[in-house]
């Protein structure tokens, strides 16, 4: 082997190993190395920009928020940064209690199948305000059919990442080893590998569990933020959320 090719073999690995980020007309670039992929942002709210009737989907795609209500539940803004997050129903003790979540309609482009999935959320939760079970994200139920989650969990306030296949309705679930209640913004997000299922927080690997290649997500349920709905036991987020997003490969 010649030197001049010798070096031009050392320039592509050094190009093949390097992460590149960018955002260009509703798609974005998942770190670009040997152990992740692209994939195209089918949903993003940052809440910047309150449409009539709900939150717009600045991806692109046409996902409009809205909210599903119960006992004077609401979610309200509060500035961040140059921009704005929300707010969700402090704890309550004593039915009634308000209730709310944000939900988009069913959609196809929603539905991962075996594709890699994606998902996550700015969160920020007070340690005084942890519950057993407060969901973020989801789409679909693990009762019935099929779904991916992220949702914080229990009095110390660790992520979670869940996904459940819509034939064995098995549970598969990735658990952070560090908490976000701490009255911080934090970034959450949930990878879908081929076979394994791994949660980041601040950018750092956090867990992980293995899921079959063959685990299907796809449901006619909405994409719901903040809660299941705005019945009893709907796992009522009770912080602020910002810049919440699901891409598919």
């Given at each position: 082997m010649t030197a001049h090719s010798s070096r031009r073999r050392w320039a592509a690995a050094v190009v093949a190993a390097t992460s590149v980020t960018a955002a260009v007309a509703g798609s974005f670039h998942i770190r670009a190395d040997a152990q992740t992929t692209w994939g195209t942002q089918i949903a993003r709210y940052t809440f910047?920009?309150?449409a009539d009737g709900g939150f717009v989907d600045v991806s692109g795609h046409k996902h409009l928020l809205t909210a599903v209500t119960g006992d004077g539940g609401?979610?309200?803004?509060i500035a961040r940064g140059s921009g704005a997050a929300l707010t969700f129903p402090a704890p309550c003790r004593e039915e009634p209690c308000p209730r709310v979540a944000l939900r988009?309609?069913?959609?196809?482009d929603l539905n991962p199948g075996k594709r890699l999935i994606?998902?996550?959320?700015?969160?920020?939760l007070r340690p005084?305000?942890?519950?057993?079970?407060?969901?973020v994200l989801q789409k679909g139920y693990s009762a019935r059919g099929s779904q991916y989650k992220?949702?914080?969990?229990?009095?110390?306030?660790?992520?979670?990442?869940?996904?459940?296949?819509?034939?064995?309705?098995k549970v598969h679930i990735a658990k952070s080893?560090?908490?976000?209640?701490?009255?911080?913004?934090h970034t959450v997000e949930c990878r879908r590998?081929?076979?394994?299922?791994?949660?980041?927080?601040?950018?750092?690997?956090?867990?992980s569990t293995r899921v079959p290649a063959s685990l299907s997500v796809v449901n006619r349920n909405p994409l719901s933020i903040g809660g299941k709905g705005a019945y009893a036991d709907n796992d009522q987020f009770q912080g602020a959320l910002d810049d919440v997003w699901v891409a598919i490969a």
């Open positions: 910047d920009d309150p609401a979610v309200a803004t988009a309609k069913n959609s196809g994606r998902f996550g959320a700015t969160v920020l005084d305000r942890t519950t057993k079970g407060q969901n992220l949702q914080i969990d229990g009095a110390a306030g660790k992520p979670s990442c869940a996904m459940v296949d819509g034939g064995s309705r080893s560090v908490t976000v209640a701490d009255n911080d913004w590998k081929r076979t394994s299922l791994v949660i980041r927080v601040d950018g750092q690997w956090r867990g």
